[in-house]
């Protein structure tokens, strides 16, 4: 039974902070069912009762734990403790009249055998696993005939990479021929413009704003052929991996040594090629010529030229090869045994503008995976040689120190003065935040990310650590799986500070859908909350990047929208209402149908 919310008259009423969701029963139609007992199984709760004004069950295993208290507390949460996912489990949560099921235990097998316990007591529910195995997830989808797979490090790893490289989340989406991304104002043109996203630190959500204010420091743009990624800029430095080699073999006392040789060698090469024994001598002579002296062999005549009589440079050439190939040998010898000793030493050179990554967990795999990609060099930090994401980062040729990262030891070897951010990701919240503290203590300029579970902590660390940004994976994660739960297409997620906006393509109609038929598109316009970007109508595949405000909306069209939390769960709303749309005016008719740049006919490609 529901327990949240009060009755009037026969109805009962759920307050959200959206304001009083109506139910036509006690007990509620829609509601949905969360199995597990983490911190993105209770955020994922309180999203779908406070945002979507839902009624939750959630089954968890017996004991009490922080998430389950957390869920027990939530008004129009149900706990169930029950120790299996079994059929008995599933028909006392309400499976057969629920509206989706989501399953987010840390156990992909374990997720996939309750997936499978729950098709069969009812066919065709909507599913919403968690797997933390990326390949697993992109198979296991063809199992389940109505199910989203998502991965909570694969959604937050784009955050906190663009946030330890202090930049925005590189977020690129392709729809019908037309490709957005989200990128800072000053790197578009206005044409591209769709609209702005801005938060501040008080405020509860991001702003969407009008493509033309300028206080919006992001935005979304429209491609128009040229590279628009905000980090490609280091992709372009195409020199950046012979630099860095020659840095590995260069950047030490003997590497120094070496390249002097070598340079005595170049040197004494031109001399004797600029200077020869013959007139008629070639190039392939004073080559040979360089390697014999080199060698210790030098001919100080010949028959042309007496004791004395060779070209002066040549004679220079001579003298100074022999003494080059005379040390040749020995640094060589010095070099190769150092190696087979102090191994470390030579193969790793202090590095300068990297970015430490502590914990090889699930996410921090994913960051170090991401960071790589982007051209950053990384140094990974983990105290377990068994982590997950070791092979991973051998085999992309990321440094890696195995050590505690709260110790001062471990950061100074990982370059915390030189870097230019420090991620601390593990999965323990007390490590990240003692190796914050340390690391400030030891460096004032590096960003510092840090992985918080703790809502107050996070907002109080981030106010008292300079340079630090926290970062709470199932707080990012959570409005996506929420959203897939609805069986709503969320495109993506974009990071805006400690919130997310929500780019999403939505049904209109009655069937899980947005009940909005017979609104015109200009009212679906929100202010700061949400804006239509685009439109396919009903049985078409064209995609109108351009729709009039006065058009009016049918059951089976599809809208694409940019929004915030409040401002989709606003629009999926149970009963069918709306936030206050703005007042019909002409000028709301106008922005409502303002022109997208469209890139020439590809626009209209299904």
Request: hydrophobic share 45%; with cysteine.
């Amino acid at each position: 039974m529901f327990t949240g919310g009060v009755l009037r008259g026969n109805r009962r009423v759920r307050p959200t902070r959206l304001g009083f969701v109506t139910a036509q029963s006690a007990e509620p139609a829609d509601h949905v069912i969360i199995c597990g007992a983490n911190a993105l199984a209770s955020r994922m709760a309180e999203e779908l009762t406070a945002r979507y004004g839902l009624a939750v069950t959630a089954i968890v295993p017996p004991g009490e734990s922080e998430s389950a208290a957390r869920m027990r507390a939530m008004p129009g949460v149900r706990l169930l403790e029950r120790s299996r996912l079994d059929r008995d489990a599933f028909a006392e949560a309400g499976l057969a009249d629920a509206r989706g099921l989501a399953i987010l235990d840390e156990d992909d097998l374990g997720n996939v055998r309750a997936a499978m316990r729950a098709q069969e007591v009812r066919s065709g529910i909507r599913l919403v696993i968690a797997i933390f195995n990326a390949g697993l997830g992109i198979r296991i989808r063809s199992f389940f005939p109505n199910c989203a797979v998502l991965s909570q490090a694969q959604t937050a790893a784009p955050s906190l990479v663009a946030s330890a490289l202090g930049e925005p989340a590189p977020s690129q989406v392709r729809l019908a021929g037309q490709t957005m991304y989200v990128t800072r104002r000053d790197r578009v043109r206005a044409g591209q413009i769709i609209c702005g996203v801005a938060a501040s630190a008080d405020a509860e959500a991001p702003s969407l704003l009008p493509p033309e204010d300028p206080s919006a420091g992001l935005v979304l743009a429209v491609a128009d052929g040229t590279p628009r990624n905000p980090l490609s800029r280091r992709r372009q430095r195409r020199l950046a991996a012979p630099l860095r080699l020659l840095r590995r073999a260069f950047g030490t006392s003997l590497g120094l040594a070496f390249a002097a040789l070598i340079v005595v060698l170049a040197a004494g090469f031109a001399l004797l090629a600029a200077n020869p024994v013959q007139p008629t001598a070639s190039p392939a002579f004073a080559l040979y010529q360089t390697l014999l002296d080199f060698a210790g062999n030098a001919v100080p005549a010949t028959a042309a030229h007496g004791p004395g009589q060779l070209p002066g440079g040549n004679e220079l050439a001579q003298v100074l090869l022999t003494f080059d190939g005379l040390a040749f040998l020995p640094v060589v010898t010095a070099a190769f045994v150092g190696a087979r000793i102090s191994g470390s030493v030579d193969r790793d050179p202090p590095l300068i503008g990297h970015v430490i990554v502590a914990g090889l967990g699930t996410v921090g795999t994913r960051v170090v995976g991401m960071l790589h990609d982007l051209g950053v060099d990384v140094v990974a930090v983990d105290h377990n040689n068994d982590a997950a994401g070791l092979p991973l980062a051998r085999r992309l040729g990321v440094r890696v120190i195995i050590g505690e990262a709260q110790e001062e030891e471990t950061l100074r070897a990982a370059g915390i003065t030189t870097c230019q951010a420090l991620l601390s990701v593990t999965h323990n919240e007390i490590a990240n935040l003692e190796t914050a503290l340390i690391a400030r203590e030891l460096a004032a300029d590096p960003r510092i990310v840090i992985r918080l579970f703790d809502d107050d902590l996070a907002a109080y660390v981030q106010a008292h650590i300079s340079k630090s940004v926290s970062r709470s994976t199932s707080y990012l994660a959570a409005p996506e799986f929420a959203a897939a739960m609805l069986d709503h297409q969320v495109l993506r997620t974009i990071a805006v500070g400690r919130h997310v906006v929500l780019l999403a393509e939505i049904t209109v109609g009655d069937d899980g859908g947005a009940e909005v038929a017979g609104e015109r598109v200009a009212a679906m316009h929100q202010p700061g909350l949400l804006r239509v970007i685009g439109l396919r109508r009903s049985g078409g595949s064209w995609v109108d990047w351009s729709p009039a405000g006065d058009y009016v909306l049918a059951a089976g069209d599809r809208l694409l929208v940019l929004a915030t939390r409040a401002g989709l769960s606003g629009l999926l709303r149970p009963d069918g209402s709306l936030p206050p749309a703005r007042p019909d005016t002409p000028e709301a008719a106008e922005s409502a149908s303002r022109e997208i740049p469209v890139q020439g006919a590809a626009a209209q490609e299904p």
